[in-house]
């Protein structure tokens, strides 16, 4: 694979040069429009959820819907169906304390991914105890430059935002799953932060 390093010091002459702990925002970086990864039974996604390792595997794959088990770390046992990209899940068991479900009406494609596409999902839920109805809209932001460990790799950002949330993906032309994902609660403040496991150590 290969690697590109940049630094905010070489772009430091550009307006559009933001820094986010391991991202450098910037416009300059030209992706081709990427489409959406296929999954098969048996991928596994690795990463580091706010520093400690876990691994999620597919379980099963229907028509535009996947199954997932957390088959490693401290959700181990979760389980959760949805589109595996972006969408919100429309059943999840025993994550984080939680199992529930969430009609979807969707309108709008962001795939494949390019700068200005959007998408928005109307979100029906139920966790047994409380329910809720809201929006989550979506778009393709811009690109953006991530670094895990030594490799620092080209993406692009989207962003969705509903009533209680902001997530954050990067994703890249190189791996089926997100480079990084970040969720910010608006009124808490609560982080939740996943970064591909490429070999690098935690933090």
Known sequence: MKKFVVSCALLGALAACQTTNNVVRDTNVNLLSLAKPALAVGDTYAYYRNGEHEVATVTAVGDGVYSFEVTEGEDAGCTYVGDGFLAPDVKWADCSGSTGTQTLTHT?????????????????????TDSWTQTRDCSVIGTAMVTLGTSTIPTYEVVCKDSSNTRTWFYSQTHKFPVKYTKVHKKRGLVDVRELDLGQKAG
Do not use: R, V
């Open 108 to 128: 709008g494609d962001i795939w494949p991914l390019k700068i200005g596409n959007i998408e928005s999902y109307g979100i029906e839920g139920t966790d047994g």
